[in-house]
């Protein structure tokens, strides 16, 4: 060692430099260590940043919400969540779950929207209508014909409560009966006039229905209603369950009404163990309460999409994730390997130097950290997922009783009577269980303005609705008087010759009704024919049209009926 390095050595020991210079090398050390820290932190609070956001995207997204192929549990969840007592009903709050999950698949998911609309249009046809039946009279005549019962007057009763302007039933029953199949519920709260029976009716939310009291017989009674506001539990009377022995009365002005009783209702036949106290209740309301599929002994009812919400929604994301997969096979995937690559930004620099930052048709583009290199990547997708969506299509509307194949698509309903007559019984069996509904409301109408002292004619009806899987018989009546009178009035001009009126017949036919005539009828019908033995000769043809389209008992047993009396 030289002497100045000696005497340097000796200054630096005397001056303690080689303690700082420690020093200065531990603290340069620490502080390579907490920025090291620091940048690991900034990169969990990055990572943490991304999975927040995608977080806001869900919360913003409602569709992201359903169920579906990464979150099939969650529908599952709601149902078989554990329950202290067993019932056949779901508790509250699954069922609360389940009709928010039935609203929300029905706004976003078209398979749902056209499970619910198409149900209706077999339920509901066009429109349904209150009918006074044709009752015969007396004694058969020697013709074999009887004389009908008057029935203008029930007639004109029935069409002033449907057509009634304050509750406009031929434009809400459509509404009203889309809620009923929906939400599994239809809750009508009415008020009642004791001076003409007059009952005008309203809608709200089943979820304020609370609970379901029965009477002693295990009918529905009243409906325990969430009055709002801090306000105490409601009770609403159900009119469905209305008999000779029940009474309908505004609570008595002298009796003593701290709980704001509206009407008071009296049952003769009630003992102290019922709901009846004293055969007396009194009611904050008056109601319809009609469950859509509900179990024997269950209180509450089910939506039409209870059951296949799950399959919807998997259907959906496999139409989506179709499209998805079409987007992608049109374009081509540049993939750039680069060591110097380390973040994204690295990434996109990388692709701006290259020039491939918008290639031609601007092709999904990658980068990572390996050697310079680019790859076109073709994608090939396969067609596994055509049949298993038509196997979830085949599900979701089977399992409700859409002939097998109908999945949006034109029903065929000939070929779904000739393959199986199954599907369109459970259509029928709803629409007799949904019309039965109208008529009961019905009943009940005449019954409250009979109470009130309104006159109102003796004599039966129906609800006349286009049957399911079959003709509208009243198109198809109206169609066959229509061909008669025209006939008849052509044929009875002077100078027309039967061949005119048969080739008018012939056309009419074949247009109005789609029958084709056979030739050995084209001379019929003749000059002077009535319109009876007309509309006998177009029943016969209508008869052997219904018997070779729909085949077997079922087509014979309904061919004279679908004309109509």
Known sequence: MSLLETVLGGIREKLGLSALERRAAELEAKAQAQAASWQARVDELEEEKGRLEGLLDVADDPDARLTGTQRQSLYRQVLTGSSDIYERDFDDSKRRRILQLAHMTYALRGSAENLIETTLDFLLGDRIRPKAKQIPKGEASGDGTRELVDNTALQAMLDEVWDDPRNRLPDRHESLSRALVHEGELVLA????????????????????????RDKRGRDAFLE??????????????????NDQIAIDPWPAEVKNEKGFRYLITETTASDAGVFVTGRAGAHGLTFFWPWNRPEGARRGRSELTSVIDMIDAEDEMIWGAVETGNIRRNFLLHVKDKSIRTASDGRDRLQKLGLKTPPRNPKAIA??????????AHKVGDSESWLAEELGVKIYGSKGMPLGW???EPKLAGARESSL???????RKQ???LGHWQRFLEVSLELRKRAGITVPAGAFYLEALEVGGKDKQRGSEIVKSIATAVVQVGSVDGIKPE???WLFVQLVRSELGLEVPTKLMGLPEMGVSAEDL?????????????????????RDRAEERLGA
Do not use: M
Request: aromatic residues 4%; without cysteine.
């Open 500 to 502: 005119l009126v048969n």
């Open 432 to 434: 007799t269980k949904l």
């Open 190 to 213: 009415s008020d009642l006039s004791p001076v003409d029976g007059h009952l005008e009716v309203g809608f709200f939310d089943p979820l304020r229905v609370s609970g379901v009291v």
């Open 422 to 428: 199954v599907p369109l019984r459970r259509l029928r």
């Open 225 to 242: 209603v969430d009055g709002g506001s801090g306000r105490e539990v409601l009770r609403y009377f159900v009119l469905d369950s209305l």
């Open 368 to 377: 990572t950290n390996a050697e310079v290199e680019i790859d076109i990547v």
């Open 535 to 555: 509309v006998g000769q177009l029943k016969q043809l209508v008869t052997r049209k219904s018997r070779t389209d729909d085949g077997g008992e079922d087509g």
């Open 407 to 409: 999945s949006g698509r």
